[in-house]
């Protein structure tokens, strides 16, 4: 009998947090739209979007292939991994610190430009994170370096180190 009390309240509990926290969601100014349609596409001729617009998945050659115009390069890795290394031009933003990088980031980027996202290595999630998150605020010229900056690395390109 008490098993089952204790079960009920996790219940209860779990469900008024999973309430709480699409409540908060669905009123903030920066909450997520999880109904969002994003399809990985693995050309960038192709749109990857009804509107011809979304997130690009790009591989190594892709990437030393776009034009440097009004392209931003963000490396969503730690500050430690950024400062170890990172693709030269590269702008931190380390997804998981989204609001004090959003402040001092997004005024830099022009929402027209072509952004570029890559984290440490293809295991690392933090760029898919950024890159949808950004989507989801409009920006949507966004292309993603999923092999990471360990594969630049492998391959002998140029490295920059530490903070910009």
């Known amino acids: 009998m008490r098993m089952r009390h204790t079960i009920i309240q996790m219940v209860v509990i779990w469900s008024i947090g999973i309430a709480v926290a699409f409540s908060y969601n669905a009123f903030s100014d920066k909450g997520i739209n999880p109904f969002i349609k994003i399809v990985y596409e693995e050309s960038m001729k192709t749109p990857v979007s009804e509107e011809g617009e979304g997130i690009v998945l790009i591989d190594l050659k892709q990437l030393r292939e776009l034009s440097r115009d009004n392209m931003y390069i963000l490396d969503a890795s730690t500050e430690d991994d950024y400062r170890e290394g990172h693709i030269p031009g590269a702008i931190l933003f380390d997804f ?47 292309y993603l370096y999923k092999d990471g900056f360990s594969n630049w690395q492998d391959k002998g390109l140029p490295v920059e180190k530490g903070l910009q």
């Open 96 to 142: 998981y610190q989204f609001e004090t990088y959003a402040d001092r980031v997004l005024p830099l980027i022009d929402p027209e430009g072509d952004i570029i996202v890559y984290c440490s290595s293809p295991f690392c999630d933090s760029s898919s994170f950024l890159a949808t998150e950004l989507y989801s605020m409009g920006y949507f010229n966004i």
